[in-house]
């Protein structure tokens, strides 16, 4: 795979997408005050442990790829990646962030 393959891959990785979408969201609708504690508590319990659990996984060459594409794979993937993402809704609902934003969290935890 190329630089620039890679690179697009990354940008569009799902972990990045919805990272970018939420801190868009936070940022245009919440005062930094307000704003910036729901995004740290959201780096620090969900995207963090996710990027660790999946640049090890490839690295240890349990998964072929950062995407996790192949569905086999998913299987060792998802028990560690769904308790990541409800620690990042209950940290949402505990910091009293906006309804929209803990309903966002949960369909993407329905996901």
């Not at 868009?24 to 442990?49: C, D, Y």
Request: glycine share 8%.
């Amino acid at each position: 795979m190329t630089t620039f393959a890679r690179l697009v891959s990354w940008i569009g990785h799902p972990l990045v997408f919805v990272l970018a979408s939420v801190a868009v969201v936070v940022g245009t609708q919440l005062s930094p005050r307000t704003g910036l504690p729901i995004l740290l508590a959201l780096l620090l319990s969900t995207l963090v442990p996710t990027a660790i659990l999946l640049l090890s996984g490839v690295r240890s060459g349990r998964w072929s790829d950062a995407d996790v594409s192949v569905r086999k794979e998913r299987q060792r993937f998802f028990p560690w990646a769904v308790p990541f993402s409800l620690a990042g809704v209950i940290a949402m609902w505990w910091l009293q962030a906006p309804s929209y934003i803990i309903r966002g969290g949960m369909v993407t935890l329905g996901l």
